[in-house]
């Protein structure tokens, strides 16, 4: 029996050690905010601080202290200092999200990073697949906090290939969230590193009683009339995709709990699963092939050069395919592999993933000085990423050249053939060999697959209670590790490859010059490749394996001490601190296997390079909450926080970090607020302990010195890149429009640093019940950022100034070209991460929940309305790539060098019905802004003023999302919906500009269609 598949087994487990906790070390619950009702919560979100009012279980009148996200200080009038959006656990049902993620990136406020995002539906070249991640402010993810109940979570991927390490929310499991805080702006000094552009914190479901079951089923529907694709797919002669339902998913929990002790003790315990079934590219028109734009404003069908082509690594002669046994010039007739690879059918849209969670929580009340809590969280989850089929890649052979040795007496080679590879009657006597850039796609050997199994553990025990006075103590240890196993199926072996392409005529037939194993590997012929050849070539199964670990001990002691009388002369409640220590280790080791630790898998991203790190970091940290006047004229409350952190790094870092922020209520009606926060992120293992490797990249799409470059440089300019004036427009140009990177680690890097500052004000009038709104301005300066110089920007500088601070960046192969496979070829352009950046980030959140119950206007027997909107617009989303140049601004934009799409307004806006007849009607309008090429800007170093025919500006778009819930009873919930009904298509995005491996458009969009849903909850 397999431990990693039972998860019955592991449920079992789980149920025994909570039981053996409920006498061990069980866990009190922080008290949290009420179950969202029909008022200010019934859309799923409260504007700016915690819903809710006393918390469940008080009598009337007693009011509850509450932890609000973004200070340790309990406070009972549920205000915060900086912006906080709260999403209910309503918002799940209503929107059918059961994948964490899912529901959180519709908020405004998150984006979806084409370049570095992961998610269900990212890019399946980008590298790790089972992962979700949080870009807020679209900063990235590394710098937005995750908390599970106010502490941090681990990293949850420990591939070398994602070189952003960030939580996985996938391990968060969506149905016993009970609400999530997103809070904006910087928040170190609270919780330390990383909360640079926020912080979102998971607050789950506790002290449950009774046993819940739910169940939910959903399928995609696309209707297929993306008329502009459909034109390109036929003009190519390839099929056009029929309407369908795909992409079945279900989610099955149960949930169950029980009181004990007198109710001073509670125990949780949970078990998820979900499926989700793959959905390929191919599967949709305006996705089914490469569109790129042609001089006339249209979109073709493009696509690989790696699939039929040969030709010299010097660039000389013609570019060749085979058609039967002879070379043709490429391009010309019909060839088999055609003369360019369409990958998209292929590859992956939604990652074909299972997953399964269970846990418990747990606590215990012994006395009020002793509440023994404890948390258990495992997730396994296991993904399958498909993409195109391997084969031979330009550029990435195993010779000095990134090309492949074929010996002119190659029996498989034609007296034409061996004539146009410039194999003369000596050459061919003597067996010399050539060496060729080959691109052939492995058509016979069908797709790569790579399999992620995540196993994740999250263990919690502590206790809190009384100390003395007006102090309460919380001590609590965490142990958190994530293990990756990864598999890569279906590539070629470098070796092998070159190998089998060594052939002389033995007496049976063609036989290896290596001998062995080896089978010859004909692919100079129509049809010559054997399943003999294909079962050597193709490497087995390449294995790595990966382990992340977290280890805390904190300990935070608060007190109110109005107690002891110490409070401004002017209010009525006194001085609230918390203060405290925190000691962190973290831990990352990544082991590819030898096959791929060398190299040898041809099409794998370059080498898989191992890691093995630790950071480990002490930190003190005290705040301070002082209500400075309260109930005077036009001062309802004037209140004063104040937080300082200072941390001491394994690495030779030492950071302080503090916070200021004033509230002022003029009335109960109204609140404004301003705060100013210093916040820091550390390095991370990887950005530290990396080796350097090469692998391919979109951002720089084509050498403009090399062969059909679209807009090619002058030969001045070229020769500071490092070619020859004989190598000018003839060697190579980048293939499938990448071209190098060598990417690796530096140990002299220093922390971010980050300068936030938020005004705004939030306001629940009295003349007009049930509203609640507020309006933020936010402002993120960032410092050092630890970044590469953008790879574009070092090509263009050294074309134009020959500044040997950019052109010592350019690293060209001895065959002169701008991409190749390992650090010693060269070939790539150096992109390894410096504190070199700067950055800005600004913009306005507006929120607002209304609740109109229908006799409040004299209608009765209806029941009520609730709104609830959430917009954000986006000012500034500034970039200063070194220090000196110009800063450009990506607000409003989309390309490679702004990553993804950047529009400068985005809202949703949620309306429910809530019937007298048990049942609840939702519709939810997304609003996603247009944005404009940054090409065709005059921003400094991305803009040229130009007018893309196709692509200058992607057009709003709208979806209309519906559902119902209805409840018959007390026992029963049954819930449908419809996402996206209208089935609206995202705007297609030229390849070049989007990038390789995405579906001609950006993942921030719904790339799927319609999504039908259906579930019930049974309580009892």
């Keep these: 029996m397999g431990r990693l598949d039972q998860p019955n087994w592991l449920l079992g487990t789980s149920a025994l050690a909570g039981a053996f906790l409920i006498i061990a070390a069980p866990q009190v619950a922080a008290a949290q905010a009420p179950p969202p009702g029909t008022g200010g919560t019934a859309g799923g979100a409260t504007p700016g601080a915690v819903a809710g009012g006393a918390a469940q279980g008080s009598s009337p009148g007693q009011v509850e202290e509450l932890i609000v996200t973004g200070t340790r200080i309990p406070q009972p009038n549920l205000t915060s200092v900086s912006p906080v959006q709260v999403v209910t656990a309503q918002e799940v049902s209503l929107g059918g999200r059961t994948v964490t993620a899912d529901f959180l990136n519709q908020l405004p406020q998150i984006q979806q990073n084409a370049a570095s995002g992961l998610g269900a539906t990212s890019n399946p070249l ?14 990235g993810q590394t710098r937005t906090l995750v908390l599970v109940d106010g502490r941090r979570l681990g990293v949850g991927d420990p591939n070398t290939g994602n070189p952003n390490p960030s939580p996985d929310i996938n391990q968060i499991p969506a149905q016993l969230i009970e609400r999530v805080d997103v809070l904006t702006g910087g928040a170190s000094a609270t919780y330390g590193s990383d909360a640079i552009a926020g912080v979102v914190n998971f607050i789950m479901r506790r002290n449950f009683e009774g046993f819940q079951v739910d169940f939910q089923e959903s399928v995609f529907q696309h209707d297929q009339d993306n008329d502009i694709a459909q034109g390109a797919l036929q003009e190519g002669g390839l099929p056009i995709p029929r309407d369908r339902m795909d992409g079945l998913s279900y989610d099955f929990s149960f949930v169950a709990g029980r009181n004990f002790a007198d109710d001073r003790g509670n125990i949780t ?6 499926r989700q079934e793959p959905v390929y590219q191919g599967a949709r028109d305006f996705s089914a092939c490469q569109l790129n734009i042609g001089d006339d404003g249209q979109p073709f069908c493009a ?16 570019d060749l395919a085979v058609s039967g046994n002879q070379f043709v010039p490429y391009g010309t007739g019909t060839t088999n592999p055609p003369a360019l690879f369409n990958s998209n059918p292929y590859n992956s849209l939604i990652q074909d993933n299972t997953r399964t969670t269970a846990g418990f929580f747990a606590n215990f009340e012994l006395n009020r000085f002793f509440e023994f809590y404890s948390d258990f969280q495992y997730m396994h989850d296991k993904t399958n990423v498909q993409i195109a089929p391997s084969g031979l890649f ?9 090309g492949f040795a074929v010996n002119c007496n190659n029996p498989f080679l034609s007296a034409q053939q061996q004539g146009a590879l410039g194999c003369t009657p000596d050459l061919v006597a003597a067996g010399e060999t050539v060496d060729l850039f080959i691109g052939r796609r492995n058509v016979e050997g069908g797709p790569r697959g790579s399999l992620y199994r995540h196993e994740s553990y999250r263990a919690v025990f502590g206790s809190r209670g009384d100390l003395f006075g007006p102090f309460r103590y919380d001590l609590y240890g965490s142990y958190y590790k994530t293990q990756l196993d990864q598999t890569l199926t279906g590539y070629l072996g470098q070796t092998r490859t070159q190998n089998a392409l060594q052939a002389v005529q033995g007496p049976n037939g063609p036989v290896c010059i290596s001998g062995g194993s080896c089978v010859p590997y004909n692919i100079f012929q129509e049809g010559g490749v054997t399943q003999q050849a294909l079962d050597y070539i193709i490497l087995p199964a390449a294995t790595s394996t990966g382990e992340a670990t977290q280890r805390i001990v904190e300990g935070t002691i608060t007190g109110d001490l109005s107690q002891w009388g110490i409070r401004s002369p002017w209010a009525n409640d006194g001085l609230g601190v918390a203060g405290g220590f925190q000691y962190r280790k973290e831990t990352l080791s990544f082991q590819p296997d030898p096959q791929s630790a060398l190299g040898e898998l041809s099409g794998g991203s370059g080498v898989a ?28 409350e004037l209140q004063l926080e104040v937080g300082y952190r200072f941390s001491s790094y394994s690495i030779d870092i030492e950071t302080n970090t503090y916070k200021v922020g004033l509230q002022w209520a003029p009335s109960e009606d109204i609140r404004f607020r301003t705060s100013y926060q210093q916040a820091i992120r550390a390095p991370n293992i990887l950005e530290l302990y990396t080796p350097s490797s090469v692998t391919n990249t979109s951002q720089v799409s084509e050498d403009p010195c090399a062969a059909n470059a679209t807009q090619p440089a002058p030969l001045e300019q070229c020769l500071r890149t490092g070619i020859t004036a004989a190598q000018y427009g003839v060697i190579p140009q980048c293939p499938s429009g990448q071209c190098a990177v060598l990417n690796g680690g530096n140990l002299n890097l220093r922390e971010e640093e980050a300068k936030t500052f938020s005004v705004g004000f939030t306001t629940r009038p009295r003349f007009l019940t049930g509203l609640t709104a507020s309006v933020d301005y936010y402002r993120i300066n960032l410092e050092g950022t630890i970044s590469t110089v953008p790879l574009g920007v070092t090509l263009q500088r050294c074309l134009e100034t020959g500044s040997e601070q950019f052109c010592s960046q350019i690293v060209r192969s001895s065959a002169g070209t701008l991409f190749g496979s390992n650090a010693a070829s060269g070939g790539y352009i150096v992109g390894t991460g410096v504190n070199i950046g700067s950055g800005v980030a ?50 409003g934009l989309f390309g490679p060098q702004c990553q993804t799409v950047n529009p400068r307004w985005r809202h949703t806006l949620r309306v429910n019905w809530e019937t007298p007849w048990d049942l609840l009607v939702s519709a939810a309008w997304r609003h996603f802004g247009e944005a404009k090429l940054e090409t065709d800007t005059n921003e400094p170093t991305i803009g040229e003023n130009t007018v893309d025919p196709f692509n200058h500006l992607l057009p709003d778009r709208n979806y209309l999302d519906l559902s119902a819930v209805w409840s018959p009873n007390e026992v029963l919930s049954i819930r449908a919906g419809v996402n996206n009904v209208l089935d609206t298509d995202p705007p297609i995005v030229n390849a070049l500009i989007a990038g390789t491996g995405l579906p001609n458009t950006y993942p921030s969009y719904d790339l799927l269609g319609r999504r039908l849903f259906f579930g019930f909850t049974t309580r009892f």
Excluded at 269 to 274: E, K, V
Aim: some cysteine; hydrophobic content about 30%.
């Design 303 to 318: 696509g690989s050069s790696n699939s039929n082509l040969f030709y010299l690594s010097s660039g000389l002669g013609e």
């Design 609 to 636: 390079t191992p890691v093995d790190g630790d950071i480990k970091v002490w930190e003190g940290f005290a705040e301070a909450r002082l209500p400075l006047i309260q109930d005077r004229p036009f001062i309802d």
């Design 269 to 274: 315990g949970y078990y998820t699963y979900h």
């Design 842 to 891: 600004s913009g306005v959140d507006a929120q607002i929940n209304y609740s109109l119950p229908f006799e409040r206007v004299g209608v009765t027997g209806w029941g009520a309305l609730s709104f609830t909107f959430s917009g954000s617009y986006l000012i500034d989303a500034k970039t200063t790539p070194l220090p000196g140049e110009d800063e450009y601004n990506c607000a």
């Design 126 to 139: 980008s590298g790790p697949g089972g992962v979700a991640t949080i870009d807020l402010r679209g900063l």
């Design 394 to 402: 330009q550029g990435g052979g195993p010779s000095p050249t990134g």
